[in-house]
């Protein structure tokens, strides 16, 4: 293990990226306009208490759009080298932002065939720590195959 070696994967695995910021200010004034509709018409027939719940509607689905665009920057970092594999979280949801596992001892388990909830994860020592959660499945499921192989690379002994 004293050899560094070379990288033998470095995958940067980021989220699905949501619609453009034009195409969700569009959408947005799109419903604005229609509850606008909707709340002149109650108010005009005396049922006022409704508009409020039509403002809320916007100003949620605002909300929801400005989350969907902050999860769309995370991103995680697998590098793997002979000597170790390391995982970076950017921005880290909380605690550390960095992992690093001797690629040695590392197993990577994920559900064959993936279905909606299987989960990528890697475990090491009897501590796992789940990679790839904002991926698709499918996704999920070939990079677990490239990190197998890559790790079957960095465990052989005759390492070209």
């Known amino acids: 293990m004293s050899q560094s070696g070379g990288v033998l994967l470095d995958a940067v695995l980021r989220p699905s990226p949501p619609l453009a910021p034009r195409t969700l200010g ?37 909300w929801a759009f400005r989350q969907s665009r902050t999860a769309a920057e995370r991103e995680e970092r ?4 002979p000597a170790l594999l390391r995982v970076e979280r ?4 909380k605690g550390p932002r960095e992992f690093v596992f001797n690629p ?3 197993k ?3 559900d064959d065939p993936p279905e909606h909830g299987s989960q990528l994860t890697l475990w090491s020592h009897g ?12 996704e999920r499921a070939l ?3 490239r990190l197998r192989s890559a790790l079957r690379l960095a465990k052989s002994p005759m390492r070209a």
Do not use: C, H
């Not at 697998?78 to 080298?81: A, K, N, S």
């Not at 950017?90 to 949801?93: M, T, V």
């Open 127 to 138: 501590k796992g720590l789940r990679i790839g959660a904002f991926l698709a499945p499918g």
């Open 26 to 62: 569009i959408i947005l004034m799109v419903v604005a306009a229609i509850n606008v509709a909707f709340a002149v018409s109650f108010v005009a027939r005396g049922a006022w208490p409704i508009a409020p719940f039509l403002g809320l509607d916007v100003v949620l689905l605002a």
């Open 108 to 110: 990577v388990e994920m």
């Open 78 to 81: 697998v590098t793997l080298t």
């Open 143 to 145: 990079f677990a195959q």
């Open 90 to 93: 950017k921005p880290a949801p």
């Open 104 to 106: 040695y001892w590392v």
